[in-house]
């Protein structure tokens, strides 16, 4: 059982990803939210730190990408999001398949199957295949999720508790990656304390107060050993790369960034006449990724878990709702990306009602028939065929980013449209990143000078600019950034070319903009 479990996630694996490769982006790209990506890369690349909260361990597996002889940076980014969602897919099969021992009746050639089915369910799940295209943490986000579920689920199943400490440490290296990931400590908590509950029964009491302090010791232990990743943050930042958030080399840049200050005032922040729609939103998305036949086989499989597996339900529940509460009251457009995880849980509760069904169909196929093998082969071949098919065929032209290359054309003609030396100052992530990836990670026009008007506001920023940029004279105060941007332009006009990416800023009464291209040029007024 367990060599054929371990094939079935190889195969959803491979299946994942080589549609992930037809529907990649082919560089940099604003599909699917992906406009951080060419922060993240520019920052992996050049030795520097991205965004906060850092992302440590996607710096280090970016590493091992970009390294790769194949396609460009971008590309390469790409594909490492793609190999993250399509382990995500198999990791997912391995823990339907760790939960699914809890059920004591059905074959073990229907487990399979519909472990399978969950599996590529997941990948062909809009939310997830979106962030599979491109480059962002959230694939990775959803391989480390899966991970940790399929290592929490074998031990909790199993009783195998030399796992929790292997579970502990990928739990502690996954938060390097999205510090989102913490919602899964609920379900750590409630499945741990289960580990040494009676076998006969769900009890969560610890039945050895020693043996349970000995293995709360050594997995607290391995989880700093993961977490210790977040080390790497300060050496890089002491590099002072042209993309270097918070200045990490120091403990104020570095709880500035790992805490996500920038941030904070986001979270919880959904103005409440707007809480009603978003919590619909968020419930029909997550629907969606049921793919409308998962809604009914949840329902009946968190019956029939909670039947045979109380602590599983309370874990699921209560990580599923840290995470839907999250993402609906965090105030940004994107924050959908944070019910992946959730996704994957809603995964498990469609195994078990899938399995109970089918376990029925094979009973009620025997007293009809006296055999049920034609009954239940047919069911199995063409119904898992049929449910994976519904989000691949829905979803395929929702995410695909093969033919997207506006983020690519932006970069390369605004880059290439400027004079020798020109000042381009940027706003927004979309204007900003891709001009990084082109400037500082191909090394594109480096007599160019890039600052972006919003980050001044920071003196990390201030100081990373006038490292990179001796000669442009920054106003050393802390300003509004309308008001230094306008000192910026006053002060490099006659020295320079001078270009906005958008035209939102104040300037003062002899400046005008022209558009020169998809830039906006500062001449002085006629």
Partial sequence: MERQAWRVAALATLLAFILYLITLAPGITWCNDGADGGDLITATVTGGVPHPSGYPTYLLIGRLFARLPIGDIAWRFNLMSAVGAACAAGFTVMATLASLRKMPQGEARIHLMVAGVVGMSFAFSSLLW???VVAEVYSWNACFAALVWYLMLRAHVSHKLWLWPLAAYVFGLGLGNHLSLLALAPAALVLFFASFGAEQDDSILPRSV???????????????????????????????????????????????????????????????????????????????QAAW???????????????????????????????????????????????????????????????????????????????????VTAVTRWGALVLILVPLLVNYSMVDASGDRRAHDFGIQALESVEEGALIITETAMDTFPLWYFHYAEARRPDVVLINGNLLAYAWYRDSVRHRYPSIELPDTDDHPFQMVRKLVQAEIARRAVYLTTPHWSLPDDLRLVPAGVLYRVERTP
Avoid at 309 to 320: F, G, K, N, Q
């Fill in 130 to 132: 979106s962030q599979a």
């Fill in 210 to 288: 020693p043996r349970y302090a000995i293995l709360l010791f050594f997995t607290l232990i391995a989880f700093a050993a993961g977490l210790a990743v977040y080390g790497v943050l300060p050496l890089r930042a002491a590099q002072k790369a042209p993309v270097n958030w918070g200045g990490a080399d120091t403990w104020e840049g570095f709880v500035w960034l790992v805490t996500g200050q920038a941030y904070a005032p986001l979270v919880a922040a959904l103005p409440a006449a707007h809480l009603p729609g978003r919590m619909l939103a968020a419930l029909a998305l997550l629907v969606r």
């Fill in 293 to 375: 036949w998962g809604v009914p086989a949840a329902y009946l499989g968190v019956q029939v878990l909670w039947r045979y597996d109380r602590p599983a339900v309370l874990a699921t529940s209560l990580s599923s709702l840290v995470l839907l509460a999250y993402a609906v009251g965090y105030n940004t457009s994107d924050s959908y990306v944070y019910l992946i995880p959730v996704g994957m849980m809603l995964m498990l509760w469609m195994a078990w009602g899938l399995a109970d069904g089918l376990h029925k169909i094979t009973l009620w196929a025997g007293a009809r028939f006296g055999s049920d093998r034609p009954i």
